[in-house]
């Protein structure tokens, strides 16, 4: 027994014992990084993590991953169908060789359909290298290079590891490129409803009363509209002769328009929940301004819980963009997204005789799972001190 | 030895328990759960027996283990925890169930839940189901353990409501628990525990939740209803004077171990364990002044300063009256009601009252945390006076450096987010001419060490400390800005029996050196008895008696004051007495007259 006597005969136990102290530093520990060791044990959540990263730094040095330009067509390998890349091959005197090279084609003509189908031709080895050189670039937008990671070490060779489109364009190229878009246009979607949940959900919370209900009623009247014939009056409103660009970013707006109702009540809730917590009201007492107040006192409280519910919404942007983009009213060529890109499988005609189109399928489909895998854990994480 | 012991258990038949009374033997229970960080014991080797007609209070700390080994008893251990080891033996007269041999799931201890053994559960709110009445609830367990017809558990089931002295059994059996108060579905869920007409009753803090008027009457229908019906009650609680009123045998309990157990009167008057004496010490320190309040208050005899720093006159709060609300005006609850008080310089005033009688919201208000509906204070620290309800925000910044508060709970009060040095300091950032970085946390340190805690541990984060460290850190937020009053809302009310009295006591060594005046606002009589010079008990908004602490708590005048005091259990065992307790019924008129 760890009884001590004072001397003045009260006796002190348990006040001395600290419940966290381990070799970590655990007393020290702040927000950030006892939800850092939460999250780490979620080991999905850490996966998907690294592939939103992956994906991220995917979209960024697009120009230098992707094997030759997205736009650039070639009538000669229209729905050329995917090459294998291959490590060695057998020569002529039946000994085995080495070196990275993928097969050329031969076309040949159906006998009943007349219909020209691509075979891959075992005898043409393309060559293929690592940091090749290409016409020159800009990277990222801005910085001149003039290699590709992967491509024929002979420029203007036919090169499709995924295949390539009604057009004889690059699928690879394109889902890489797509990546930009589609990935961005969730982060400026994200950030645009970001500031107007975070705004108007906290001012709807902090201060109720008459705000509150207006500001309530008006997310109610959003959510209430439907969304797609809604998203197609308001695309169908932008004028045709607009630069992609700023097509672009109108459709981020109109996106983001419907999806800061979420955050604004997710914000208001913790902002209702925390303004009566017992350590603002010493906050208060101790004579902090209502500026502070807010800002260094409630808003750490729920700063984590917003950023996982950010991450929670990335994926129904992107979701958005591809859904928008596929029936034609959101992004169009020659923007490069995999709405867009999905836009080509359209028809059941094209995905039978050319599977490989549906590849920026795949890509959304490994996006949203990854930041929904990663919203789901940083939301788990986001309250450390929870028992 | 314990291992010799559960041999000989294993060898001699269990059919034949030594005494014919034993109900249920606990031998060598051990729980555990697996943990991140490890394996933690909550239960250690613990061991007891319940007879029958007899009460074992189960008593101890706050993680102590004792609702884990009732848990234990009846294989509802939450996740991640697992019964490891020992045995636990029900015998009944058709022989000897070994419960511990039972799957958890199984249809056997269904049957043995509810109709051998029942448990009450600490919060009556939430241990009902808020959608289905009270009759339907009791009647689950006839449904489940009896052959009843309809009509016939329905008539069950009001005899049962009646000897629960739930009032018109008839009707209230329909209703849904919101219109039960605090103690009736207390005693619903004891007449839900006893339908079955249970060998073993386990109580698990049945009366934590409740005021000391209610829990007296929990406490004495529980015991009514043993000496009826004969069953064993296992009654688990951390409050020593409830054990000294209705234990017959009492298990000590300490970070998972039995410490002891002893008959209640060898327990109280003859512990043989330090951890027994120190806890059984502490409860009875709190039964008298504290000795340093006494040369506290013989030095104001001699020199008296009846100058009163802080004055309240007429002080009403009413929450939620609103105008005419489609042609009818809303009443609203009248939570204080023409409040007049002083506080004078460097005396602590204690506000008692039960759970709803207005005295924190007395406290707030004249901090103007609430804005009050009428009435003044008036606030004389400095020379000057200063009109507390006049002020602006900017006035009121100026008189939160000079009236501080500390919380009830350590742990919401503290901010998880910030450091305890950015706690502490958080006063002396917000106020001018504060001096630089380092004054600051000079002066943090100090406040540390003047609070028990060491300086380094400035940099740790409120989850490294325990709750009575927590409220050291408190206090040393509370002082930090010099303060001149301090307006304490039960701050020890979330504490251990044993932290309860060193808070007091370090709260008493700075009234002596800074000379600080307290508002002490306590539901508990002993806290006050042990840390005040004079109360005041509220009762449904008003002030019904004030006077001096001594007078107040051993001969009160009031009969409102005389019925709390009688209900509050004392921790000594020869003087039982809250089954002899004065009954206090009055409306609000009735009062008002009688002060």
Redesign the interface.
């Known amino acids: ?1 760890t ?1 001590t ?1 004072n001397p ?15 070799a970590r530093g ?6 950030w990084r ?1 939800m850092w060791w939460k999250f780490r ?1 979620h080991k999905l959540a850490m996966a998907s993590g690294v592939v939103v990263l992956l994906l991220y730094l995917v979209a960024i040095f697009a120009e230098f991953l992707a094997p030759v330009d997205p736009n650039a067509f070639n009538p000669r390998y229209t729905y050329a169908p995917p090459q294998e890349l291959r490590m060695s091959f057998v020569d002529q005197n039946g000994d085995r060789q080495w070196g990275l090279h993928v097969n050329g084609y031969r076309s040949e003509i159906d006998r009943e359909t007349f219909r020209r189908t691509f075979v891959l031709d075992d005898e043409d080895r393309i060559p293929v290298g690592f940091f090749v050189r290409s016409e020159p670039y800009l990277l990222a937008g801005f910085i001149p290079a003039s290699i590709k990671l992967i491509g024929p070490k002979e420029a203007g060779q036919p090169f499709y590891i995924l295949g390539a489109d009604r057009l004889g364009r690059d699928m690879l190229s394109r889902v890489i490129h797509g990546a930009r878009v589609s990935l961005s246009i969730g982060l400026v979607g994200v950030f645009l409803s970001l500031f107007l949940g975070v705004v108007l959900g906290g001012i709807s919370g902090y201060y109720g009363g008459l705000v509150d209900t207006v500001i309530q009623r008006l997310i109610e009247f959003i959510r209430s509209i439907p969304t797609i014939p809604l998203w197609m009056g308001l695309a169908a409103a932008i004028p045709l002769t607009l630069h992609p660009l700023m097509v672009y970013l109108i459709i981020t707006a109109i996106v983001s328009l419907v999806g800061w109702t979420d955050l604004g009540r997710e914000v208001r809730g913790r902002f209702l929940s925390i303004k009566d ?3 603002v ?9 209502e500026g ?1 107040i807010i800002l260094r ?1 409630m808003t ?2 729920f700063l984590s819980h917003i950023i996982a519910t950010v991450t929670l919404a990335i994926p129904t942007m992107i979701l958005a963009e591809t859904a928008l983009s596929f029936l034609g009213i959101g992004l169009r060529p020659p923007v490069v997204s995999w709405g867009v890109l999905l836009q080509e499988a359209q028809n059941v005609r094209s995905v039978v005789t050319a599977p490989w189109l549906m590849w920026p399928g795949a890509a959304v489909v490994v996006a949203v799972l990854s930041f929904n895998f990663l919203g789901d854990g940083l939301r788990d994480a986001a309250d450390p ?1 929870a028992s | 030895m314990n291992q010799a012991v559960s041999e000989a258990a294993n060898v001699v038949p269990m059919a034949a328990p030594v005494d014919p009374d034993t109900v249920l033997t606990v031998r060598n229970l051990t729980t555990e759960f697996t943990l ?2 490890g394996v933690l014991k909550a239960v250690d080797n613990v061991s007891f027996a319940l007879r029958r007609g007899k009460t074992l209070c189960i008593v101890g ?1 706050s ?1 102590s283990g004792k609702s884990v080994t009732a848990r234990s008893i009846l294989r509802i251990v939450p996740e991640p925890g697992k019964v490891t080891g020992g045995e636990v033996v029900l015998h009944r007269p058709d022989g000897d169930v070994r419960i511990h041999e039972l799957d958890p799931k199984s249809a056997a201890i269904r049957a043995i839940r509810g109709a051998d053994i029942s448990m009450i559960f600490q919060e009556p709110m939430s241990s009902l189901s808020p959608v289905h009445t009270i009759g339907f609830q009791i009647e689950e367990s006839l449904l489940l353990h009896t052959d009843l017809d309809k009509a016939a558990r329905r008539k069950r089931i009001i005899e049962l409501l009646e000897r629960v002295e739930i009032p018109n059994p008839e009707q209230t059996i329909d209703r849904y628990p919101f219109e039960y108060s605090g103690g009736m579905r207390q005693r619903a869920m004891i007449a839900m525990a006893l339908a079955c007409n249970p060998k073993v009753l386990i109580a698990d803090e049945p009366t934590t939740a409740l005021d000391v008027t209610t829990q007296a009457e929990i406490l004495d229908l529980i015991q009514e209803l043993q000496d009826e019906f004969g069953m064993a009650v296992m009654f688990i609680t951390h409050d020593m004077g409830v054990v000294a009123e209705i234990a017959d045998e009492v298990a000590v309990m ?1 970070q998972g171990r039995h ?1 002891e157990t002893g008959s209640v009167e060898d327990i109280f008057h003859a512990p043989r ?3 027994t004496k ?1 806890l059984i ?2 409860a009875v ?1 709190l039964e008298q002044p504290s000795p340093m309040k006494l040369q506290m208050q013989a030095r104001r005899r001699a020199e008296p300063d009846e100058r009163p720093i802080l004055s309240v006159r007429g002080m009403n709060k009413v929450f939620g009256a609103t105008g005419k609300l489609f042609g009818k005006a809303v009443e609203g609850v009248h939570a204080v009601r023409d409040v007049s008080v002083d506080l004078r310089r460097g005396e602590t005033l204690g506000i008692v009252g039960e759970s709803g009688s207005g005295k924190t919201t007395l406290g707030r208000c004249l ?1 103007r ?1 609430h804005e009050p509906t009428s009435g003044e204070v008036v606030y004389r620290g400095r020379d000057n006076e200063t009109d507390v309800m006049a002020l602006d925000r900017r006035g009121l ?1 100026d008189l ?2 000079d009236i ?2 500390i ?3 350590p742990y ?8 305890v040095q950015q706690i502490i300091a ?2 002396l950032r ?2 001018q001419g504060h001096g630089g970085a380092a004054d600051i946390r000079d002066r943090v340190a100090d406040l540390l060490v003047r609070v028990g805690l060491k300086p380094e541990h400035m ?3 409120p ?4 709750g ?2 927590r409220q050291r850190i408190g206090i040393a ?1 509370a002082l930090a800005p010099n303060p001149k009053i301090i307006v304490a809302d039960e701050a020890t009310s979330a504490l ?1 029996v ?2 309860r ?2 808070i007091l ?1 370090l709260l008493l060594e700075f009234q002596e050196q800074l000379d600080l005046s307290f508002i002490f606002i306590s539901h508990d009589i002993s806290t006050v008895r042990y840390f005040c010079d004079r109360v005041a008990v509220m009762y449904r908004g008003e002030i019904v008696e004030l006077g001096p602490a001594r007078e107040v708590c051993d001969n009160p005048g009031h009969a409102y004051t005389k019925a709390l005091l009688s209900a509050v259990p004392r921790p000594d065992p020869t003087q039982r007495g809250i089954h002899k307790r004065h009954r206090y019924v009055a409306s609000a008129s009735d009062a008002r007259i009688s002060r």
């Open positions: 027994m009884t006597i003045d005969g009260g006796t002190a136990l348990s006040d001395d014992v600290v419940p966290i102290a381990d655990a007393e020290v520990a702040g927000q006892l044990q917590e017992d350590f009201a010493a906050a208060r007492l101790d004579g902090a301004s502070r006192h750490p409280s001190y | 991140r960080t700390e993680g300490y410490v364990e330090d951890y120190m010490g502490s320190r901090m945390m910044k939160y450096a501080r508060m919380f009830q709970d919401a009060s503290l901010n998880p987010r910030m450091t958080e006063p917000n106020r940099e740790r984060y989850h490294a400390f325990s009575g460290q937020r251990d044993s932290l009295s060193q006591d």
